[in-house]
């Protein structure tokens, strides 16, 4: 059985940076893409980055310049590195994984940003 589990969230302020962590455990097998989403209370679920299995990325442009995705692929794991943090990206963090026909979700991890 698949499970991707999340750590790296946490309290910080304002500028601040945090490093997210998401790692797929069990028979994966290969996988394609992987990405990060996030959650506000009250909004709906907002797609944050993704990172193909080659190495391309993108990211929604709020983030742009700020957040950095990547990914081992030995390990199976995808990483969100989150630079000058703003109230604005406070939520749950949510990574999700493609494998072929299969989506895979973490539980999410809180992120929350103080001014």
């Known amino acids: 059985q698949v499970q991707l589990v999340e750590s790296g969230g946490g309290l910080v302020q304002a500028g601040g940076s945090l490093r997210l962590s998401c790692a797929a455990s069990?028979?994966?097998?290969?996988?394609?893409?992987m990405e990060w989403y996030r959650q506000a209370p009250g909004k709906q679920r907002e797609w944050v980055a993704i990172?193909?299995?080659?190495?391309?990325?993108n990211y929604v442009s709020s983030v742009k310049g700020r957040f950095t995705i990547s990914r081992d692929n030995a390990k199976n794991t995808v990483y969100l590195q989150m630079n000058s943090l703003k109230p604005a990206d406070a939520g749950v963090y949510y990574c999700?994984?493609?494998?072929?026909?299969?989506?895979?979700w973490g539980q999410g991890t809180q992120v929350t940003v103080s001014s």
């Open positions: 999700k994984m493609v494998v072929g026909p299969y989506i895979y």
């Open positions: 069990g028979s994966i097998g290969s996988i394609n893409f």
């Open positions: 990172i193909s299995k080659g190495g391309s990325t």
